[in-house]
């Protein structure tokens, strides 16, 4: 399967518009935002869990990031309520699933194959601060490497943001919206410009929240090895 796979192209899709697909594992239906394979994907999707359902338990071969959009996800490891961010590198293993019921963000196969860093941060928790020289944007880093930068960002209402983005970026509006290339994103709507573009966008009258990760598409893009 092939979704958005033309990555340098500009992508969009508005998630909650969309219907929820069931997956192998019964309670636990997504939205495909991008995707290249089969049920082994280099994949980016939002995930519902119903309450009570769960996967079994599986190793990560080429990683998991996700981000808790409602709810509260779980597995052996602890419980992440809403705002959660989690890295789970390649050769990681656990048994997610959700007692309560819980809504995610998730990208599959997207990590340096010899990437071992774990990460867990409760962003509930923590500060944002002003980005320098972006006036009416605030940051709360989440993740930063050679290859990426994941963050969150807060940017006020009616705030021009304009930004390079060399090695290219995704932006996932968690509350509030923007506007950009003449169309409008709300919460759940999903963005990707290619390696060598630049963002232009104003928020809206109530400013937005976005998860935001750039310059990753500046690394080789395939499916996963079968």
Not at 89 to 101: C, D, L, N
Request: proline content about 8%; some cysteine; charged content about 25%.
């Amino acid at each position: 399967m092939e979704l958005n796979a033309d990555f340098s192209r500009r992508a969009a899709v508005h998630a909650a518009r969309l219907p929820w697909v069931k997956s192998p594992m019964a309670g636990v239906e997504r939205r495909m935002l991008d995707r290249i394979g089969d049920e082994v994907a280099r994949a980016t999707s939002v995930v519902r869990y119903a309450p009570g359902s769960h996967f079994s338990p599986h190793v990560h071969g080429g990683g998991e990031e996700f981000l808790v959009l409602e709810g509260v996800f779980q597995d052996e490891h602890g419980d992440y309520p809403v705002g959660s961010y989690v890295r789970n590198p390649p050769t990681s293993r656990h048994e997610p699933g959700s007692a309560p019921g819980c809504t995610i963000l998730v990208k599959l196969w997207q990590f340096d194959p010899d990437d071992r860093t774990e990460i867990r941060i409760d962003t509930g928790r923590e500060s944002f601060h002003a980005a320098t020289g972006r006036p009416g944007v605030e940051i709360l880093p989440l993740y930063r490497d050679a290859r990426e930068d994941v963050r969150l960002e807060r940017w006020a209402p009616g705030a021009a943001v304009e930004l390079a983005v060399p090695g290219g970026i995704e932006i996932f509006v968690l509350d509030g919206g923007f506007r950009e290339g003449g169309e409008d994103f709300g919460a759940h709507s999903w963005l990707r410009l290619p390696d060598g573009t630049a963002l232009r966008a104003r928020s809206g009258e109530a400013g937005c929240r976005v998860w935001i990760k750039t310059g990753h598409l500046a690394q080789p893009i395939g499916a996963p090895a079968p």
